[in-house]
């Protein structure tokens, strides 16, 4: 599917006049990475390459959540986050930050499932963008798409918002 073909359809699905950020005001709220990576998108003074740190593949340590559930819900959000990052902040170091995020990316198509226990659509348009051809990571976010579309997840105000932001950022992406 072209990237015209995908903007529409989450447009179709998702709400219909988002806001900037989540509706959920708990993801700018507290000091977990993904936490601190939206509230850099929204402007806070945050150091993301603190945030990261020095590790590698994903983004967010999974040992530090109590349910697998929970860290891949936080970890594809903090994807979501850093996708954004980087295309906010291409000038300035927007590249040392594409390169962690396309790491990422790349581990969560060899480690994490995409029909993930919330069935919300995080970093879908991460996901389509990173496809280098091969159709993998195009499955990837049709999976997600997939599963969030055939729960009661697609009338959830949040997972409304994200598909939105994801057509949002495949209309601004280079």
């Known amino acids: 599917m072209k990237r015209e073909d995908w903007i529409r359809l989450l447009e179709y699905h998702g709400e219909k006049l988002p806001g900037f950020m989540p509706p959920d005001a708990t993801l700018c709220a507290g000091g977990r990475g993904e936490q601190l990576l ?3 998108c929204a ?19 999974p040992d530090a959540f109590l349910a697998i559930e929970v860290w891949a819900e936080c970890e594809l959000s903090a994807v979501h986050a850093l996708f954004r990052l980087v295309r906010q902040r291409l000038e300035s170091d927007g590249t040392r930050l594409y390169g962690r995020l396309q790491e990422a990316i790349s581990w969560h198509l060899e480690h994490t499932q995409p029909d993930n226990s919330t069935n919300r659509p995080w970093a879908l348009h991460a996901f389509l963008l990173a ?4 159709g ?7 999976t997600l798409l997939n599963s969030m579309l055939a729960t009661d997840a697609r009338t959830e ?5 994200i ?3 994801a057509a949002r950022e495949l209309r601004l992406a280079p």
Do not use: Q
Not at 131 to 134: A, E, K
């Open 38 to 40: 939206w509230r850099a």
């Open 163 to 165: 598909l939105a932001d």
């Open 136 to 142: 993998e990571a195009a499955l990837y976010a049709e």
């Open 157 to 161: 105000p949040l997972s409304r918002w």
């Open 131 to 134: 496809d280098d051809g091969g």
């Open 43 to 61: 402007g806070d003074p945050v150091d993301i390459f603190d945030v990261l740190g020095a590790r590698r593949g994903s983004l967010l340590a």
